[in-house]
């Protein structure tokens, strides 16, 4: 058995999904997978699922749905589900929750982090990261969920500014300004993102850049939330005016040269998918139609190149994430995104050079295998630098009339990566003339 809390509420019992009938249902097991097997008092449901408007009928109502749930769940489950001195407990493994799962692998990287190479915590943090399959407990609506939300995706910021530190100590910048840059699209008011992004910026020489990121967050924070940046930001703004900020030396890679040893564990780097997504059917359907060429068909291990180009704001990017969703689960070595920049305010675009660093770099070849120029390199050095299988692949936002660039991007990483069985889209706002062939 395993259950999904970070994101939807998942199920599922010998690789089929287990549907919970009713919203009060999923909340109550919601809640009791939130306890990690420890008991849950019946007063604690009722606060839990009720608040402060609990009806007289509580208690009687938390034994039904505790019936009921033992009832949807498979046998093996429900036997998991008992009254323990007045109080309910579901013994559950933790490892099979991917909460539970997510919280202890962040833990052993804090600890390797003390005890154990830099690599070591990089792969166990990205490996609690790739659990993340959207908004945590999204569609649960009941009093205990913005708490146990809050926490939980706190946890999942911090396990993000923990990775972009390692990757910053490693020398890794541009991997860090591409994962960065997404986040701080998506928590604009986030100032350990923006801090992080600025210090990763400067240190690939783009300063311009690094106070623009800064003076934007600074600029928000004051006219939308009327409060002024905390001391880290305005640290890392004075550093950076002042050419103080430190540039350590770069730490052991994650891969070394020597082996060519990629990181183990899946790379997921997709935004968050969109919670009420709604429309676009035919274009979903002709885009998940292309990439059933990867793992089907006739020639199976198929590299498929999709674009979905129009104008700026009309979702495509949108779409392109939550079909990277939908069908996640088939590319079990990762997903990666990678913003181009391409119109973004304040900051110039990515470099067909850096787009490669980040992409290569997440994929776990070393920073010292990684070539100074997009141009592409023998097949066999890429296998043995980053030894995976399929991937795939989530670009967004290709400059407009730069479709050189894409294309020196798209084959670089092609001559790097071992991408068969790959599916890449990426969005525009232009047609793209791909001029590139395998």
Known sequence: MKYGLLGPLTIESGGQQVQIPGPRLRAALAMLLLQNGSPVAVEQFIDGLWGERSPQTARAQIHNIISKLRKALPAEAGGQLQLVNGAYQFMVPPDAIDAARFIASVRAARAAVRTGPTGTSIVELRTALALWR????????????????????????AAHEALADLELACGNHAAVIAEMSALLDEHPFWEGIAERLAIALYRAG?????????????TRLAQELGL?????????????LSATLDMPAPAAPAVTPETGTAPKGPVNQLPTDTRLFVGREEELGQLLRLVDLTTAGDAPGTVVLCAIDGLGGIGKSAVAVHAAHRVRERFPDGQLFLD??????????LSAEEALDALLGA????????PASSEPRPRSTATRSAGRGPSSCWTTRCPR?????????????????????????????TPWPWGCSR
């Not at 994929?363 to 990684?370: D, H, K, N, S």
């Open 363 to 370: 994929l776990g070849v070393a920073a010292q295998q990684i």
């Open 206 to 218: 783009r300063q311009r850049d690094a106070l623009a990121v800064l003076h934007s967050t600074r």
């Open 401 to 429: 009339r730069r479709s050189g660039r894409c294309s020196r991007l798209l084959r670089a990483v092609w001559s790097w990566s071992p991408v068969e069985g790959a599916s890449w889209v990426w969005t525009t706002r």
């Open 228 to 240: 002024d940046p905390g001391p880290g930001l305005a640290a890392a703004e004075q550093a950076i």
């Open 340 to 349: 181009l920049r391409a119109h973004s305010a304040g900051t110039a675009a």
């Open 134 to 157: 959207g908004e945590p407990l999204s569609g649960i609506e009941a009093p205990f969920v913005s708490t146990a939300r809050t926490r939980l995706q706190e946890e999942h910021m």
